[in-house]
């Protein structure tokens, strides 16, 4: 129950869109126990080798501070030692090989050849991670890009996706590479995004976290197609990385402008920032279509619902409101 408009979007990002804060804590923490257990697995000679410059990596959504509720998963790369390995290119990624000193890592490789499976990689931690502390139950991901382990005392399940990170180029860059799910391996950087989401995201007046968030939920509620979670992200900070967005501090005089954003940018590529997935926008022509008709339709009550605010019709403007984001917004009370 809100009086004023201001009160009703605090309410929401709080009671509805931002993890509780509690929640948010204990899952930090029970991420780095899990790290810390996985550390652990038996040193019986089979298992994989880990890279201790910094063994774990974040990734994702909770990790970029952009997760809306639930809180359903957290995404963690584990980083193995390459023990001299190297990467050949292949059409849409890489192919590891192996050296014959690296047994552990031979043991993995397709069979005959020194051609390191991702998949068979992937196998190994499922196979060691019922050593964790209330382990419940670990499975290959449909994608076969990660294992998911659920735990007995959290809601929350892990990805858990194995990794290597490269040696540095002539300019000093590393990245890294993870499984492609069809047993050879793709390049990526948590790091670049998650940096790139902290500039961005300073700035703006408006908490452009809370901007991702949001229409985070907005796409989730299914009026329309469903965008993909992190092309929605790139798309959002795409527009307020631009110089010539200068925002407010208020997130219902921003919804405007990001329902006009994405009626105007959903038919149009998205290149990866990182420089290594192409076009993000994977969506076909009637899902683009579907998204642009609703983003059309809710800039137009987000307009409205302004001018009611403006006029000082708080309830009319909240009801507005409600008409974009369902009935979990909260309603008009004096």
């Given at each position: 129950?809100?009086?004023?408009?201001?009160?009703?979007?605090?309410?929401?990002?709080?009671?509805?869109?931002?993890?509780?804060?509690?929640?948010?804590?204990?899952?930090?923490?029970?991420?780095?126990?899990?790290?810390?257990?996985?550390?652990?697995?038996?040193?019986?000679?089979?298992?994989?080798?880990?890279?201790?410059?910094?063994?774990?990596?974040?990734?994702?959504?909770?990790?970029?501070?952009?997760?809306?509720?639930?809180?359903?998963?957290?995404?963690?790369?584990?980083?193995?030692?390459?023990?001299?390995?190297?990467?050949?290119?292949?059409?849409?990624?890489?192919?590891?090989?192996?050296?014959?000193?690296?047994?552990?890592?031979?043991?993995?490789?397709?069979?005959?050849?020194?051609?390191?499976?991702?998949?068979?990689?992937?196998?190994?931690?499922?196979?060691?991670?019922?050593?964790?502390?209330?382990?419940?139950?670990?499975?290959?991901?449909?994608?076969?890009?990660?294992?998911?382990?659920?735990?007995?005392?959290?809601?929350?399940?892990?990805?858990?996706?194995?990794?290597?990170?490269?040696?540095s180029d002539n300019f000093g860059k590393t990245f890294f590479l993870i499984p492609d799910g069809k047993g050879n391996w793709k390049a990526t950087d948590p790091r670049i995004d998650k940096n790139r989401t902290t500039s961005i995201n300073g700035k703006q007046q408006i908490s452009v976290l809370d901007t991702i968030r949001i229409m985070k939920y907005w796409t989730k509620r299914r009026t329309a197609a469903t965008m993909d979670s992190y092309f929605l992200e790139c798309l959002i900070l795409q527009h307020y990385d631009s110089t010539a967005v200068n925002s407010s501090t208020y997130i219902d005089v921003e919804l405007p402008n990001l329902f006009a954003y994405i009626y105007h940018q959903i038919h149009q590529s998205l290149q990866d920032p990182k420089g290594f997935q192409g076009d993000l926008n994977k969506l076909t022509l009637s899902e683009r279509n579907s998204i642009q008709e609703r983003a059309k339709l809710d800039y137009n009550r987000s307009v409205q619902a302004r001018d009611f605010e403006r006029n000082g019709k708080q309830n009319e403007s909240i009801e507005k409101w409600r008409e974009i984001f369902g009935s979990e917004f909260p309603n008009y009370t004096l």
């Open positions: 129950m809100a009086t004023t408009v201001n009160n009703a979007f605090s309410t929401f990002m709080k009671d509805i869109i931002r993890l509780d804060s509690n929640r948010n804590d204990l899952a930090k923490k029970s991420k780095n126990n899990l790290v810390t257990e996985i550390e652990k697995f038996p040193n019986d000679g089979k298992f994989l080798e880990y890279y201790t410059d910094y063994m774990s990596i974040d990734y994702g959504s909770f990790s970029r501070k952009t997760k809306i509720r639930p809180l359903d998963d957290i995404d963690l790369m584990i980083v193995l030692h390459a023990q001299g390995n190297w990467r050949e290119p292949i059409e849409n990624g890489y192919r590891i090989r192996v050296r014959p000193e690296a047994s552990k890592q031979i043991a993995l490789c397709n069979n005959g050849t020194d051609v390191l499976n991702s998949i068979k990689v992937i196998n190994k931690f499922k196979d060691y991670l019922s050593n964790i502390h209330s382990y419940k139950k670990a499975d290959i991901k449909r994608n076969q890009e990660a294992v998911t382990l659920e735990l007995n005392s959290y809601e929350w399940v892990y990805d858990i996706v194995p990794c290597f990170i490269t040696a």
